[in-house]
């Protein structure tokens, strides 16, 4: 098996312990960062596939959500690298009601590394919690919003129309992303920007904050 597939394996089985070692082997065989990180998001897809079959349940869910977040700590080095701030200050959570926080971490780190300082506000953060962020931190240029689950895709609509009823509207920009969100959804409920994945998250928040 190539130190790729074992990286798979452990994220799919949930094996926090054995996972650092294995991204570590995977780097020191020479594969790049962002293609083990890319391995550990497919592993997590079969996961989800997983649960949806009723081949496992939200225990084993769990356990590889925390084995795919001790692989990106080991890569985290590898990938992160910006200096912080140069391009501007973000805010970014996942919206109430919704715990999904590996998507919105990895975003968070690409846009770090892209130059910006990032304010994470976690998960299941409530609207007015966006607000206030943005208030506390007036020279705030982009707020990010996660969600994934279809059941929170209203939560987020609620966040990004109160943000769009503000009056620092004008002075930031809102970019959404999630597994169930779309570029239509982003037009209908008022965001600036819809990004699919962590690096066209962080392509896209440099050109918002430009
Ligand atoms: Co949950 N879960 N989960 N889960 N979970 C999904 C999302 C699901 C698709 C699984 C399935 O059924 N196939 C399904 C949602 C179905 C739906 O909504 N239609 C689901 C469900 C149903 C649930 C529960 C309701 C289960 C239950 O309790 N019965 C429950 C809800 C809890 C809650 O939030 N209130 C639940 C719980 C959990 C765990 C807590 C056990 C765990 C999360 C742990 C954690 O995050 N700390 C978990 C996990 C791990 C998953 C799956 C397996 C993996 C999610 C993940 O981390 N993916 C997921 C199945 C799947 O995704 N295939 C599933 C990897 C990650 C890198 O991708 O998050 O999509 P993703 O992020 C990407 C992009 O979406 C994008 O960039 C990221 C990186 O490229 N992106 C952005 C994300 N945010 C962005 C923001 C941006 C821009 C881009 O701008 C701001």
Not at 62 to 69: D, I, N, P, S
Not at 105 to 130: C, Q, R, T
Not at 176 to 204: K, S
């Amino acid at each position: 098996m190539s130190k790729m597939d074992d990286v798979f394996d452990l994220v799919v089985r949930g094996k926090a312990k054995l996972i650092g070692g294995a991204v570590q082997e995977a780097l020191d065989e020479g594969n790049a960062a962002s293609d083990i990180l890319d391995n550990m998001i497919k592993a997590m897809g079969i996961v989800g596939e997983k649960f949806k079959n009723n081949e496992i349940f939200v225990p084993e869910m769990l356990v590889a959500a925390r084995a795919m977040k001790k692989g990106v700590d080991v890569l985290k080095p590898h990938l992160a690298g910006g200096s912080a701030g140069v391009a501007g200050k973000m805010i970014i959570g996942t919206v109430a009601g919704d715990l999904h926080d590996i998507g919105k971490n990895l975003v968070a780190m690409m846009i770090e590394s892209a130059g910006f300082e990032v304010i994470d506000l976690g998960v299941d953060v409530p609207v007015e919690k966006f607000i206030e962020a943005v208030r506390e931190n007036p020279d705030v240029k982009v707020v990010g919003v996660s969600a994934l689950l279809t059941t929170t895709m209203p939560a987020m609509k609620e966040t990004v129309e109160a943000l769009n009823k503000e009056d620092f509207r004008k002075d930031i920009k809102i970019m959404v992303g999630g597994a169930p969100i779309t570029q239509e959804f982003a037009d209908e409920i008022g965001a600036d920007a819809y990004t699919a994945d962590a690096a066209t998250a962080a392509q896209v928040a440099k050109e918002l904050a430009a």
